[in-house]
């Protein structure tokens, strides 16, 4: 079996059609269902279940498939490590993650010391964190889930506060400080319930049994502060994306239970490390570090 047959059989079942996977291909379709044909002959077995142009993987496709995956997550790794070595600290990296602001400041001060480096982050989905678990296709992941797996390593790296933030001009409270049951139904901005944050949030609340009234949910975290600062209603922000320097909000002290979150980082075991991603991972432990010592 050689790489460029693999490659056609793993194009073809990650797009379930000849056609889409011929283009992608640059090839033929005839030559490109001649390749899957000759492969399925050479490993004396069939890989799909055809119907037209639409084919599904067999278990034997499935079985393949799965090992394709590590092969050509190596092949990309060996491709990016032979790209290291040609620059100067240069290379690309890809984060898998939820934590728009933490990414954001992380990123912006790594860039200083490798201003060569592509960076790509990648949405914490399950399929994309499945890819990261079974085949190292990202370089790190960094989350608030601790997720156990034969394949990762979970490092914790910040306990984050979560604070209650208002608009300045909210006058419940002068001490920096709030319980949650005088709060009564002021309204909340937030993310849809769909996101982790808006999930452990709600969780906290309903351990002190307070309920936020939610008259604003979005989807996207930059768009929550500015409708705070704009006198709309109070919001979680977590210790990460607290801005010190913005007049227009208060962050508050919750009073009623410990509202915290521990960021950590999740390396793979068994694939090797770039340089960039090993530089990273360092640097994401001084950035927090930094961050406990202010």
């Not at 079942?13 to 000849?18: F, I, V």
């Not at 279940?49 to 084919?55: A, D, L, P, Q, V």
């Not at 982790?196 to 008259?215: E, H, L, M, N, W």
Request: aromatic letters at 12%; glycine letters at 4%; one cysteine or more.
């Amino acid at each position: 079996m050689d790489l460029v047959k693999l490659k056609y059989f793993y194009t073809t079942a990650k797009l379930g059609n000849m056609s889409l996977a011929a283009n992608e291909l640059l090839i033929s379709q005839p030559a490109l269902s001649k390749a899957i044909t000759n492969l399925e002959s050479e490993l004396e077995m069939d890989l799909f279940f055809r119907n037209g142009k639409r084919i599904l993987l067999n278990e034997n496709g499935e079985f393949l498939l799965k090992r394709a995956e590590r092969i050509f997550s190596e092949v990309s790794n060996l491709e990016r490590s032979i790209e290291e070595r040609r620059g100067e600290r240069g290379g690309s990296l890809s984060i898998v993650t939820t934590l728009p602001y933490t990414f954001t400041n992380i990123i912006d001060l790594f860039l200083t010391d490798y201003p060569n480096v592509k960076c790509e982050q990648v949405p914490l989905s399950k399929e994309n964190l499945q890819q990261f678990i079974e085949y190292g296709k990202y370089d790190v992941c960094i989350t608030t889930d601790r997720i156990e797996h034969s394949n990762v390593e979970w490092v914790p790296l910040f306990e984050e506060e979560v604070f209650l933030t208002v608009p300045n001009s909210f006058e419940e409270t002068t001490k920096g400080t709030i319980d949650l049951m005088e709060l009564g139904d002021f309204p909340f901005i937030g993310l849809s319930s769909r996101f982790s944050f808006r999930q452990f949030t709600d969780q906290a609340c309903k351990s002190v049994g307070y309920t936020p009234i939610y008259q604003v949910e979005v989807e996207e975290a930059t768009t929550i502060l500015q409708l705070v600062k704009n006198g709309r209603g109070a919001a979680f922000t977590p210790q990460t994306s607290v801005d010190l320097y913005e007049n227009k909000l208060k962050h508050l002290k919750i009073m009623n239970r410990k509202f915290t979150r521990t960021i950590g980082l999740l390396r793979h075991r068994y694939f090797y490390p770039t340089q960039i991603s090993t530089a990273f991972v360092t640097h994401c432990h001084r950035y927090f570090h930094d961050m406990k010592n202010r």
